[in-house]
């Protein structure tokens, strides 16, 4: 028997939150943004009226009002939309346990035990959940109900805004088949450039080609691709609070105004390995690989990465790391707007030990027992006392937006050589 599976998508999520506290704007043009000023300034969410004109998320605020000079900005509150998409969670767990979030405003739904309970058809059943959400929340939301996972999700995006569309077994194929490539879930930018090569522009076009010539090109995703073409798709919708193991912890930060030379580097590297280790050890985990992505002020991107000496969650290991990463990869003269630093390769910190040191590694176990010691400490202090109540000192009165709450705090401190100075 087939499933009957839901995708549910919150409809201009951020827009529709900000909305529920403004209705006078509700029929005009009105787009959430990024801070300006910390050089967020992007388009996060557009409502239905600021669609018409062709706003579209992801674009600069300047070209969003060059397409529509009367676009209302609101500013981002993402607490606002955290409890909202807790709520509107809660709606769905009344109809199963398989509530498996996508991301803050989507998620998949697996009703098919629940049907004979409601006595209900799926896509009734979806009106119903629907009309809930609506009711209580004042949020519309957009329902794809099929026999699996993808075409749920391809169902969800096909009518807009609070519908409802059926994907079966006998219908599937007309409906999605004339749509682009590119609307086939996780269709990505490489997948999408070899598709352009060989003249694949449709799903349907895909459906057509050869499995093995596309797994030969593309490995196991032109595989998937071309099984979700098919409609082919067995992956469980999970329960709800079931998560997946964690495979990277990460952190990255836009700067107000770009890095400048070694100086500014090593403040933003600073803040960024402090609070990767951070999340490590509260995790319990140690990270063997460390990834390191810079964006310029023309958002041209790098990514490198390279193994640790050892398994670490330790500041320094990851600071040292990711600034001879940084240095061997980068002109140190050319500005940065955005750094990313990412521990992978996870594993249990009580497991992972210090791996195979060498006999001519410098930091003998006694060392790293003692660093590692120091740092649980101050992750125990900001577990009971805050995030900020210690902070590495050269990230203080900083002007590149890595704010601390101690930041605002009155006084002078010397400048400080960032990196090297221990909490």
């Given amino acids: 028997m087939d499933r009957t599976i839901f995708h549910c998508d919150c409809n201009s999520f951020y827009a529709s939150a900000e909305l529920l506290s403004r209705p006078d704007l509700r029929d005009k043009p009105v787009a959430v943004c990024g801070n300006p000023e910390n050089r967020h300034g992007i388009i996060l969410a557009k409502n239905e009226a600021a669609k018409a004109f062709g706003v579209v998320t992801a674009e600069t605020i300047g070209r969003a009002q060059g397409k529509c000079p009367g676009l209302i900005l609101l500013p981002a509150h993402h607490e606002l939309y955290a409890r909202l998409s807790r709520q509107i969670n809660a709606i769905y767990c009344r109809y199963t346990d398989q509530v498996e979030p996508f991301s803050i405003d989507e998620s998949w739904l697996d009703v098919t035990g629940s049907l004979p309970y409601f006595k209900k058809t799926g896509q009734e059943l979806a009106d119903e959940l629907r009309a809930a959400v609506r009711q209580e929340t004042g949020v519309t939301i957009s329902v794809g109900v099929s026999f699996n996972k993808v075409l749920a999700k391809m169902g969800s995006d096909y009518k807009k805004p609070d519908a409802t569309t059926l994907f079966t077994r006998e219908n599937f194929k007309e409906r999605i088949y004339p749509l682009p490539v590119s609307a086939l879930l996780f269709a990505g930018r490489a997948a999408r450039r070899v598709f352009a090569r060989l003249g694949i522009a449709t799903i349907g076009q895909l459906a057509g080609y050869p499995r093995e010539q596309l797994v030969e090109l593309l490995g196991k995703t032109g595989g998937t691709l071309w099984d979700y073409a098919h409609g082919i798709d067995d992956t469980p919708v999970k329960h709800w609070g079931e998560r997946d193991p964690i495979k990277t912890i990460g952190n990255s930060i836009t700067f107000r105004r770009n890095l400048q030379g070694l100086y500014d580097i090593r403040i933003a590297l600073t803040a960024l390995s402090d609070k990767v280790s951070s999340r490590l050890i509260r995790h319990g985990l140690k990270c063997r690989t460390l990834q390191l992505q810079i964006r310029d002020p023309d958002f041209r991107t790098i990514s490198r990465q390279r193994p ?116």
């Fill in 308 to 423: 640790l000496p050892h398994p670490t969650y330790l500041q320094k290991d990851l600071f040292d790391a990711a600034l001879s990463l940084l240095s061997s990869s980068w002109d140190l003269d050319k500005p940065i707007r955005m750094l990313s630093l990412t521990g992978a390769q996870l594993a249990p910190a009580e497991e992972a030990g210090w791996g195979q040191l060498s006999l001519f590694e410098p930091q003998a176990p006694e060392e790293l027992k003692k660093r590692e010691s120091l740092e649980l400490m101050v992750e125990d202090l900001r577990r009971r006392f805050g995030a900020d109540c210690v902070t590495r000192a050269s990230i203080l009165h900083n002007d590149l937006g890595i704010d601390t709450a101690l930041s605002g705090r009155k006084g002078s401190l010397e400048r400080q050589e960032p990196g090297n100075t221990e909490s």
